[in-house]
């Protein structure tokens, strides 16, 4: 059976070694904390003035404030620096912290593209240090993904649902 971090790599198109290559230098101390915090305040500003209803509605229950540092400390946490988001929230779990949220291939490709945007605009990150964050970002974007339809896959009824229509009504499901 395929592995979640594997699932990730094929969904994302980004090998383990290239998403964690995040971890071949600390980055955290090259890039300072207020490039982690300036990165997700743009990137959150662009999620909630994302210009789709559906996906606006993601974060509809979240505070952006909150939201801002929920990811910067993860990010500083991540990345090489104190394990600020641990320290405030316990155990980052993402999987299970992203469960009542619809973590599907298009509200990944979305997130993508406002981190991508996001990374572009904040001139206190090198490129280098930006291809290595979007490598990561998006391989675990697709873990989340690779999560949720695991968590789908588990939620499904182990019984076929019964047809109303008129063929069957006489008919129990087949097992």
């Known amino acids: ?60 229950n ?25 320290q405030r929230k316990g155990h980052p779990a993402l999987i299970g912290r992203h469960r009542p949220f619809p973590v599907t291939h298009q509200a990944a490709e979305r997130w993508l593209q406002h981190m991508q945007n996001a990374l572009e605009d904040s001139v206190d990150i090198d490129e280098d240090s930006k291809i290595k964050m979007m490598k990561f970002f998006r391989h675990t974007a697709f873990f989340l993904v690779a999560g949720n339809e695991l968590k789908n896959q588990n939620e499904k009824p182990k019984h076929k649902p019964q047809c109303a229509c008129k063929h069957t009504a006489n008919k129990p499901a087949e097992e």
Do not use: C
Not at 38 to 54: A, C
Not at 80 to 85: R, S, V
């Open 62 to 86: 979240s505070n952006k404030e909150d939201a801002i540092q929920n990811q910067y400390e993860f990010f500083v946490q991540r990345m090489g620096g104190p394990p600020l988001y641990s």
């Open 1 to 60: 059976m395929q592995s979640l971090q594997e699932k990730a790599s094929v969904l994302s198109g980004v090998d383990q070694t290239e998403a964690f290559a995040i971890d071949e230098s600390n980055l955290f101390e090259k890039l300072g904390l207020q490039a982690f915090i300036n990165l997700s305040t743009n990137f959150y500003t662009r999620v909630y003035d994302d210009e789709e209803e559906w996906f606006r509605s993601i974060f509809s």
